[in-house]
């Protein structure tokens, strides 16, 4: 099974196929909205909004552990997950693709 944490624009449940809601609690709160369960592809995914549906949630306000455990009590097997945001740097351009290699841990 997949996790997909979606960021702006790759939180539309549309991408699954036959889906269902799941509200659920963690050890740690809430997750940041209901687990959307459906499938792409014939392969089960769990989408999950990193904001909130209706973007209610600031990134600093993002229950992320809550986040993570709901999907692994969920079996999700592997986690996706998107951002966007800007860049400082003229060569990088909108709509480029970019793997970090540093990473802030809060």
């Given at each position: 099974k997949i996790g997909i944490?979606?960021?702006?624009?790759l939180d539309d449940p549309d991408i699954?196929?036959?889906?269902?809601?799941?509200y659920v609690s963690t050890p740690y709160g809430k997750p940041s909205d209901a687990l959307i369960l459906g499938k792409i592809?014939?392969?089960d995914c769990v989408l999950?909004?990193?904001?909130?549906?209706h973007h209610t949630i600031m990134p600093s306000n993002v229950n992320y552990r809550a986040n993570i455990w709901a999907l692994k009590e969920?079996?999700?097997?592997?986690?996706?997950?998107?951002?966007?945001?800007?860049?400082?740097?003229e060569e990088i351009q909108p709509g480029d693709?970019?793997?970090?290699?540093?990473?802030?841990?809060r």
């Open positions: 944490i979606g960021g702006t624009g699954l196929e036959g889906r269902t809601e799941k592809k014939n392969v999950l909004a990193r904001h909130g549906r969920e079996n999700c097997s592997h986690v996706i997950v998107s951002t966007a945001c800007g860049s400082l740097r693709l970019v793997i970090i290699d540093q990473f802030i841990d």
